[in-house]
């Protein structure tokens, strides 16, 4: 029944100890709890991560366009401004009292057009056709006068009467050509004298001066035009010609006066005034415009006129007051206040605010898949990704923020513009503090990545791309090598160099190397990176207090043997403290070799026992020749109290925020090792009483775990078993030494501890002969005093720390197996 308690017993914390429990109020919560583990899923690190780079690109495009959340107040004619309003960016407004204006004056311009015919219409054919066929009709009718043709045509009473219609049709048609009123005494008279060709002429002569200079309907309407003239357009040659003595022109009144006046001379001519007064009568019926107004041709003119001006704009520049707070809108406030809105385009934000952020989801999803998940850091800890958002973040809206500041700083001074002020922009700053906490690797890409983000701010200018990612990079290198905070002040100064030469040199390409400006950009660049320097100094304690970050100079800190902790240590566990410092001094000698962390591993090796405080004396350190407890426990109970001390560490670690790097290696520091001696008692024990019934588990036996996962860690382990080990030697010479560092370090790397973590075999030699190098100096042959010695009875004893049976390791251990080492190198060497 003992025995039953003990095993039920013993499950029971095996079980606490792995995070389980076998009590059926445990099992109605994690019944009741099935629900939030499902939901929990979308929390798992990878789902995080996606989550993490999506809702940074969301952010980034958001602080891009800030006016997608939010409305510009509506204001109308007559409010009052709630605020203040200036010009969010550089736009044009129509000024459109101003274009119309503008196309009025064009329209006006515009020149009427007139068509000219300056034949009339083939006024003179006509005539000339008119008086032919009249003419040619008499004279043949003179020529009948004889008997003989009077006889040929026949003439009686009748043929007589049908010479008077004819000779009417011939009238109606002979002023039908002419297109004039009939007129019988014009026609008789004309008929009297025969239609002569002179008469003809004379009125030829008459009407043509009249018709070539041009003959308008509506002389007021042309007197309109007067001041800018007209454009003559004849239509027999398709010629235009701009006229602006429209004097020239006769209207009809102006065409009978001027025919009138012709009289006197064409009575001389006729040698009969009664003749002359006809043809003038003739003359003036036959005067028609031959000039006239072509509004078609003129309105299509005016409309290319009037399209052909563009509107009138004037600029508004970025920062610019449109209205002040308390002041009444005016007609041009409401026009400037359209012109923001416009130029804002909510509906075009919100098209561009999209593709923004899925521009910056696919970069930064980019540079994760292929920069950073490779890095091991990235792929077990999600904390690195959100830091590095958040670093991301506080350096963006940094950069927004001081582009504001510059350009308000820059309007009150002419001498140089907020372009200058931009070189004092700490954007290294985010590299810096990357490269502290991660490493220069990511704080490359870090810097890639703010780089383009602060160009993108900045009017997408490539020079100022180039001056952050080139700062970034120096900043990044300069404190890699970070172990006091004397190195950011000196990287500081480094990056402002930079900055001077950078600066300058943008200044040249912009062509303002020989102005003020540039010595204001080179002052500026060497403040911002002093700024760099200053302004990391004051963020590593935060980050180290907010992410659990742990840097040189936090481990410097704790490598201080005065730490609370360590003094705790050294009083309730003297044993333990002593072989900490051991194991220290090994690691610290032998990490340089192997690439690791000195200072890392140091400080790791310092607590990672720091567990045993909790039950001191079932470690046979801390005993002092006292009572072993293990003696009433049964085996699993033994090693179920040796493998608590992992845990109990870590919960310590954690208490006194020992950095996530020292709990990790306190987590990994006996692997998934075997704790062989009660393992081998268990079974002897077993055999011993016959029992078969319960068949020992060799997984019970080791400790949880996982396996080291660095190189640090790894280091320890070793250091941690082989100073256990050689506390256990009886005569603990060179060749002794060698000899157990050969046989722990091989049967850890067989039994498959160190298949997780970066430790190669050549690191392994290095481990090996700086151990030996390390235990040789710390068991140095003594001089012997006999006399003394003999008093002193001979006693051995156990240094390993998880066991308790105390014994030569030159005796061969019924729980030692063979190990094949036919693969390995002899190590140390």
């Known amino acids: 029944m003992e025995k039953r308690n003990l095993r039920n017993n013993g499950f029971h914390i095996r079980s ?17 709890g099935k629900n939030y583990k499902l939901t929990a899923n979308w929390f798992k690190p990878e789902i995080q991560r996606w989550l993490t780079l999506i809702a940074l690109s969301l952010i980034i495009s958001i602080l891009l366009f800030p006016n997608i959340l939010r409305r510009s107040p509506s204001y109308e004619l007559g409010d009052v401004a709630e605020k203040d309003i200036k010009a969010s960016r550089d736009f044009l407004i129509e000024k459109k009292e101003l274009t119309e204006e503008r196309r009025k004056e064009a329209v006006n311009n515009v020149l009427s057009v007139y068509d000219f015919d300056i034949t009339a219409s083939d006024l003179i054919p006509r005539l000339k056709e008119a008086f032919s066929s009249v003419r040619s009709y008499y004279q043949n009718f003179a020529q009948a006068e004889d008997v003989a043709l009077w006889e040929f045509f026949n003439i009686s009473e009748k043929t007589t009467k049908e010479i008077t219609e004819e000779e009417g049709v011939l009238r109606d048609r002979f002023f ?7 007129d019988e005494e014009m026609f008789q008279k004309f008929k009297a004298v025969g239609f002569p060709s002179q008469l003809e002429e004379e009125i030829v002569q008459l009407v043509s001066p009249l018709f070539k200079q041009g003959i308008v309907g509506n002389r007021i309407m042309l007197m309109d035009q007067l001041e800018k003239g007209i454009i003559l357009h004849d239509i027999i040659t398709q010629k235009e010609a701009s006229v ?15 025919l009138e006046n ?17 043809s003038i009568r003739m003359a003036v019926n036959l005067i028609k415009p031959n000039l006239t107004f072509n509004q078609r041709e003129t309105e299509l003119r005016k409309d290319l006129a009037r399209k052909a001006v563009k509107p009138f704009y004037f600029k508004i520049k970025k920062g610019e007051m449109l209205v002040r707070e308390g002041e009444r809108i005016e007609p041009d406030h409401l026009l400037k206040l359209s012109g923001e809105a416009s130029s804002l385009g909510q509906a075009d934000i919100l098209s561009r605010a999209p593709a923004t952020a899925v521009l910056m989801g696919l970069l930064l999803i980019t540079v994760y898949l292929v920069g950073l998940t490779n890095v091991k850091s990235f792929k077990g800890d999600g904390r690195n990704l959100l830091f590095n958002a958040i670093i991301l973040l506080m350096v963006f809206t940094g950069v927004l923020a001081y582009n504001f500041v510059a350009e308000e700083m820059a309007r009150g001074f002419h001498y140089f513009t907020s372009k200058t002020l931009l070189f004092a922009m700490p954007v290294a700053c985010g590299a810096v503090l990357v490269a502290i906490f991660q490493g220069i690797g990511i704080a490359v890409i870090f810097s890639l990545i703010i780089s383009v983000l602060a160009a993108l701010i900045i009017d997408g200018r490539v020079e100022f791309f180039i001056y952050f990612f080139i700062s970034s990079l120096v900043a990044a290198y300069g404190v890699r090598d970070f172990k006091e905070r004397g190195v950011l002040i000196k990287t500081g100064l480094k990056v402002g160099l930079i900055n001077i030469v950078l600066s300058l040199s943008i200044e040249m390409i912009n062509g303002t190397f020989n102005t003020t400006e540039a010595i204001i950009a080179s002052g500026a660049g060497f403040i911002g990176g002093m700024l760099v320097g200053v302004i990391s100094t004051g963020i590593i304690p935060l980050i180290e207090m907010s992410f659990g970050f742990t840097t040189d100079m936090k481990l410097l800190e704790l490598a201080n043997l005065d730490q609370p902790l360590l003094r705790e240590l050294m009083v309730q566990t003297p044993g333990t403290y002593h072989h900490s410092v051991i194991v220290s001094n090994m690691v610290e000698a032998t990490a340089k070799a192997i690439q690791a962390n000195p200072l890392l591993a140091k400080v790791s090796a310092y607590y990672h026992d720091i567990g045993k405080m909790k039950k001191p004396l079932y470690f046979i350190e801390n005993q002092r020749g006292g009572e072993n407890r293990h003696e009433k426990l049964a085996p699993s109970m033994s090693s179920l109290v040796l493998i608590s001390h992992v845990k109990d560490g870590v919960e310590l670690a954690k208490k006194h925020k020992l950095g996530r790097e020292i709990i990790d290696i306190i987590q990994q520091h006996h692997g998934t090792s075997l704790i062989s001696y009660f393992y081998q008692k268990a079974k002897e024990q077993m055999v011993n009483k016959g029992g078969k019934s319960i068949q020992i588990k060799e997984e019970d036996f080791r400790y949880p775990g996982q396996k080291p996962q660095t190189k640090e860690a790894g280091l320890v382990m070793l250091a941690d078993m082989v100073e256990a ?8 010479n060179p060749g002794r030494i060698q000899g157990i560092v050969q046989k722990i370090i091989n049967k850890v790397f067989s039994d498959g501890q160190l298949d997780e973590c970066e430790l190669t075999l050549k690191d392994l030699h290095e481990i090996a002969k700086s151990f030996n190098k390390t235990l040789s100096g710390i068991f140095h042959q003594r001089v012997e005093y006999p006399e003394v010695i003999s008093k002193i009875p001979k006693k051995a004893v156990n240094g390993d720390t998880d066991q308790i049976k105390k014994e030569d390791t030159r005796v061969k251990k019924s729980e030692d197996k063979p190990i094949d080492d036919k693969g390995l190198r002899r190590l140390g060497l």
């Open 16 to 32: 606490l100890l792995k995070g389980k429990s076998t009590k059926k109020g445990d099992r109605e919560a994690i019944s009741k």
């Open 244 to 258: 602006t003595n429209l004097k020239r022109f006769y209207d009809i009144e102006g065409a009978r006066y001027f």
């Open 262 to 278: 012709q009289r006197i001379n064409l009575e001389k001519k006729l040698s009969s005034p009664e003749l002359a007064k006809l």
């Open 725 to 732: 080990a050689s506390r256990s030697l009886v005569d603990p």
């Open 176 to 182: 039908k050509i002419l297109e004039i009123p009939t």
